[in-house]
């Protein structure tokens, strides 16, 4: 069955970097666009950025550009999230998401606490 993990989530002080990983199985990785959501607690989830198939392509939510970096690795089924120049506003549990057409799937998430 398909499966998503996420991993890299923890405590860091403003301005810090965190690096998420999401290590996909169960279905053809390749072949699916891969996005970073995030959620806090009584708020939408919202998306936070997209990597086509082949990592030829990404997209950004406003809110996050020019501090994180979305990239995948096919041959280790994994997409990560690279984040730089972390915010308290940034806190929240962070979620990989693979879609296909209509088929989708979704990770557990990992949560991002960024505090002094």
């Known amino acids: 069955q398909a499966q998503l993990v996420e991993s890299g989530g923890g405590l860091v002080q403003p301005g810090g970097s965190l690096r998420l990983s999401c290590v996909a199985s169960g279905f053809i990785f390749s072949s699916y666009i891969m996005r970073w959501y995030r959620q806090v607690p009584g708020k939408e989830r919202e998306l936070v950025a997209t990597i086509s198939g082949t990592g030829d392509y990404s997209n950004y939510a406003d809110f996050v550009k020019g501090r994180f970096t979305i990239s995948r690795d096919n041959v280790k089924n994994t997409v990560y999230l690279q984040m730089h120049n972390l915010k308290p506003e940034d806190t929240a549990v962070y979620f990989c998401?693979?879609?296909?057409?209509?088929?989708?799937?979704w990770g557990q998430g990992t949560q991002v606490t960024v505090s002094s």
């Open positions: 998401n693979a879609l296909l057409g209509l088929l989708g799937y």
